[in-house]
């Protein structure tokens, strides 16, 4: 299932240091709207709204959830092209949005999900299960965008691995890694 936020938004005028530091201080967000053939728009954000989205949300599914900002009575698609953080906080600093067009194929870190690592043969035999990627950046139009990619690891023996390949990723999705890469390997133990 695709995961999808509301979220109401407004438009800004200004950019400079000193206004952000007020939106901030007000609980909003400063944010962009990059839109193909169309100027950015800048925007804020609701805190709260955002955090309580971000509590809601699987940890990594922040690059595929679509989200519906509702902005002058109208509502726009887009996805996170970037987050930036507080440092000290971790309160939500910066948002970069990329307007969401039908016919337009948009880019996005799709996460990996390993199942059946409790069953794992190689595990079982004292082996332990590595994740080398988790994510993998595919390319597809906006209702194709998958939630994740599940990838079984059940049959795994020690120094035996699954690759991009392994992947089931559906028709129209165009994975931008190499389909060689190892996603998940199981390592001996050293003693």
């Known amino acids: 299932m695709k995961m999808t936020a509301q979220m109401s938004a407004e438009a800004r005028t200004s950019t400079k240091k000193s206004d952000t530091k007020q939106i901030r201080r007000e609980g909003k967000i400063p944010a962009i709207l990059y839109s193909v053939g169309k100027p950015n728009l800048q925007l804020t954000v609701s805190k709260d709204e955002m955090g309580a989205i971000l509590r809601q949300m699987k940890p990594g599914h922040l690059g595929t959830t679509v989200f519906h900002l509702k902005l002058d009575g109208k509502e ?7 987050i930036q953080y507080e440092l000290t906080t971790y309160d939500v600093s910066h948002i970069d949005f990329e307007e969401l067009f039908e016919d337009v194929p948009v880019s996005v870190k799709v996460p990996i999900q390993c199942i059946g690592v ?15 990627i988790r994510h993998v950046r595919v ?8 939630t994740s990619f ?9 120094k035996q691995s699954k690759k991009i390949s392994d992947i089931t990723i559906p028709s129209g999705v165009k994975p931008l890694a190499k389909v060689d890469e190892v996603v998940v390997v ?3 133990r050293s003693n």
């Not at 726009?76 to 970037?82: G, S, V």
């Not at 043969?121 to 994740?131: D, E, M, N, P």
């Not at 599940?150 to 020690?158: E, F, N, R, T």
């Open 76 to 82: 726009r698609k887009a996805i996170i092209k970037d």
């Open 118 to 132: 409790a069953e794992c043969v190689g595990v079982k035999l004292g082996g332990f299960l590595r994740q080398i």
């Open 139 to 146: 390319e597809c139009l906006p209702k194709q965008i998958p």
């Open 150 to 158: 599940v990838i079984d690891v059940q049959d795994l023996g020690i």
């Open 186 to 188: 199981v390592s001996k």
